[in-house]
């Protein structure tokens, strides 16, 4: 059986590569990173240390990769797969499209049988967002075909990964915990189940619980840490007060997640407790840069922070401190980012009003981006104090 994964970086390698190893797949990586591409094809073979007091090395072997950027390699890598999954980041799925498109054709052409594409993004609806991409690159009459025997099953992805500073390039250290949850009911019947990978039915409750809760903790932390002048997550997470605000914002999107999920509030407080402590892991050092990365991304109306405040408001309650965690996300300058250089222009050239307005695509006045402004200002006079 054999596995094409697009995205052979941190998740890829540490989270999805591995598993899909271990359950027996040949794992094929197809990435643009020429270094990734050249070490996986010569050696074959990769190491994941599991971040804890162990230290446990996993060997991964039977793995090889493609470059990414020959559109014939990937279509014949698509055309030959059993499985194909991606980590490639959201705003990256439109560029793998082209390939896909050209395998799915072969394998229509070829009357092969039926194919998975699984998206593993920080993202609602990821797969159904690649399936979007890769039919804008088919014909009608090619989509029919699609439709029968290539099924875009949305994810849920979790495991904690930051970026690696190995000799090795191909060396990733992870967290240990991981959460794999994948939408069954749009599967074909008899699919091959991978181990350790959780099936559900209806995908909804455990992407917003995830995404509200471990991407929005995340998010806050960075952000209010970048705001003291933190440069890593753990130094974020030794500071009681900075702790005491992301609590304030996970009380807020698990009041969201409880009431419209029905999840038992107190397994959801516990569920928040673990992921704090995720958060501060000692065998970790995880860069505020990469939690806080691609702010525009995580202003947008359906991602981690917008999106639970929006249900509050809807719910009837104020979210203030999502509003303020907004407010700190338009003071992440990172000038090597590029979306945080685009915010730091509009901010300077438009002001934080217009340009919540502009990214979170909500009216000027729209109660959210109210408060989310009263916070900005709070934090403008708090900084000049
Ligand atoms: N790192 C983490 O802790 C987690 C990340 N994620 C999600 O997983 C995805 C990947 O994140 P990371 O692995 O952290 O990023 P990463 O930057 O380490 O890996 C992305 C890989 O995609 C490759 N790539 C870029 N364009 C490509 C293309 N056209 N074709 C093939 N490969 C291409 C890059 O060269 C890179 O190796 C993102 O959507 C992220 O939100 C989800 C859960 C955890
Ligand atoms: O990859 P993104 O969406 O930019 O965000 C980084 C996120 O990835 C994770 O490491 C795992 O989901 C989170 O902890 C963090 O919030």
Redesign the pocket.
């Known amino acids: 059986m054999k596995a094409l994964h697009f995205g052979a970086g941190n998740i890829g390698r540490g989270f999805i590569g591995l598993l899909l190893s271990r359950a027996g797949y040949e794992v094929v990586f197809s990435d643009v990173n020429k270094t990734l591409v050249d070490a996986l094809r010569e050696r074959g073979e990769y190491t994941v240390t599991l971040a804890d007091d162990k230290q446990e090395r996993i060997r991964v072997a039977g793995v090889t990769a493609i470059d990414g950027t020959d559109l014939a390699a990937v279509a014949s890598a698509v055309a030959e797969a059993d499985l194909v999954t991606t980590a490639v980041?959201v705003n990256i799925l439109k560029h793998i499209a082209p390939g896909l498109a050209r395998g799915i054709e072969r394998r229509i052409a070829a009357g092969a049988g039926p194919l998975h594409l699984i998206a593993c993004e920080?993202a609602i609806g990821g797969s159904a967002q690649l399936k979007a991409h890769v039919y804008g690159h088919l014909d009608e009459e090619t989509r029919r075909g699609a439709d029968a025997v290539c099924a875009f099953p949305n994810a849920a992805?979790?495991?904690?990964?930051p970026i690696q500073h190995n000799e090795d390039p191909l060396a990733v250290t992870v967290e240990p915990f991981y959460e794999w949850a994948v939408d069954a009911s749009v599967m074909f019947p008899d699919f091959k189940r991978i181990e350790g990978v959780h099936y559900v039915n209806d995908l909804t409750p455990y992407i917003e619980r995830k995404l509200f809760t471990?991407?929005t903790g995340?998010?806050s932390a960075a952000y209010l840490g970048n705001l003291k002048g933190y440069e890593t997550i753990q130094q974020a997470m030794a500071d009681d007060a900075l702790v005491g605000e992301v609590r304030a914002v996970l009380d807020e999107t698990g009041a969201v997640i409880v009431r419209k999920h029905g999840f038992d509030p107190e397994a959801h407080r516990h569920y928040i407790d673990t992921i704090l402590g995720r958060f501060r892991n000692p065998n970790l050092t995880?860069e505020i840069a990469?939690?806080g990365?691609?702010p525009i991304?995580?202003l947008s109306p359906n991602d981690?922070l917008v999106g639970p405040a929006l249900l509050a408001l809807e719910q009837g309650n104020e979210p203030d401190a999502l509003a303020k965690v907004m407010a700190a996300a338009l003071r992440f300058d990172y000038p090597d980012d590029p979306e945080s250089a685009e915010l730091q222009r509009s901010l300077a050239d438009r002001g934080a009003g217009a340009t919540l307005a502009k990214y979170t695509t909500l009216p000027p006045e729209h109660p959210l981006l109210l408060l989310a402004l009263k916070q900005f200002e709070a934090l403008a006079a708090e900084l000049q104090s």
């Open positions: 980041g920080n992805v979790d495991r904690i990964v471990v991407n995340h998010a995880d990469r939690v990365r691609s991304r995580k981690r």
